[in-house]
């Protein structure tokens, strides 16, 4: 048997235990006042009502309790055959809050009657009445000290069930505390470890972005500086040709020199950069 079913079995015993003391607490009820001592079993009324009342609150809690397992139970049938089941209770709870009503009803009629016959005797004179008057004083003396101890008791088992009830609460939230912060540290260690890897990797970024930088700015100087060379040559080359150009306009060299000099530049600046000689041929051009 499972879980569920367990606790159903266990909520339908308490049902039928709570019962049958709730109706013998009504049929004490209904009984007040007829043994002929109305006024003792007065102070006795409020003790059994309270029972009574405490006992119907406990039916009150079973069927909300039994609602709820009603639901969680693993066959349809099993559902179906816990719901009529609540719904017989809750008529069986109806019919019990009537007797009580009823019961209380009958408990003052009968009092008021056993007072009205005591009354009677006592207002009768003679011996007899005095001694029945100091008796009852008496007895309702020790009835209403033992009810009062009663009560007092009662109310002292009240608040130590209530005083059980919210230790097992505090221990349960303490219980889902523990859990929840176990639950977060094991979340806390798998984001540790993440966050070390995450900065493993920036940190692999950011050198890889530092050497990224310093290979941009080196090929990009050596870029100016090939520029700048070829622009140097280029300039030097036109200025070589201006001078070859005003030359041959004047007249003071021929074709044999400009051929000359063009290749003896030419050689200069290929002896200097450690480059072959390609223009050789310029000078049988010219």
């Known amino acids: 048997m499972d879980e569920v079913a367990q606790a159903v079995e266990d909520v339908k015993r308490t049902w039928d235990q709570t019962v049958v003391q709730i109706e013998d607490h009504i049929k004490e009820i209904q009984s007040c006042g007829k043994s002929g001592k109305g006024i003792q079993e007065v102070n006795s009324l409020p003790r059994l009502n309270s029972a009574a009342q405490d006992g119907l ?36 709870y109806l019919r019990l809050h009537s007797s009580l009503r009823n019961a209380n009803l009958q408990a003052k009629n009968n009092i008021r009657e056993a007072a009205q016959e005591e009354r009677e005797l006592l207002l009768g ?48 939230t303490f219980e889902e505390s523990t859990g929840v912060l176990k639950k977060a540290e094991s979340e806390y260690k798998g984001q540790r470890s993440l966050l070390m890897h995450t900065r493993r990797l920036l940190s692999t970024m950011q050198r890889q972005d530092v050497m990224d930088r310093v290979i941009m700015v080196a090929g990009f100087l050596i870029f100016i500086f090939a520029v700048f060379y070829v622009v140097s040559k280029r300039i030097g080359l036109l200025a070589l040709q201006r001078k070859i150009v005003t030359a041959i306009k004047s007249g003071s060299m021929g074709h044999e020199d400009v051929g000359k000099e063009l290749s003896k530049s030419i050689n200069k600046d290929h002896l200097t950069t450690g480059q072959p000689n390609i223009l050789l041929h310029v000078n049988d051009e010219l």
């Open 57 to 92: 609150a406990l039916l009150r809690s079973l069927q909300f309790r039994f609602d709820l397992l009603a639901q969680q139970l693993p066959t349809e049938e099993e559902v179906v055959s816990a719901l009529a089941v609540l719904s017989s209770w809750k008529e069986q």
């Open 125 to 172: 004179g003679g011996e007899e009445s005095t001694i029945r008057r100091r008796n009852l004083q008496t007895k309702a003396g020790m009835t209403s000290a033992a009810e009062s101890i009663t009560e007092s008791l009662r109310r002292t088992r009240q608040l130590m069930v209530q005083e059980v009830e919210r230790s097992v609460n505090t221990l349960v």
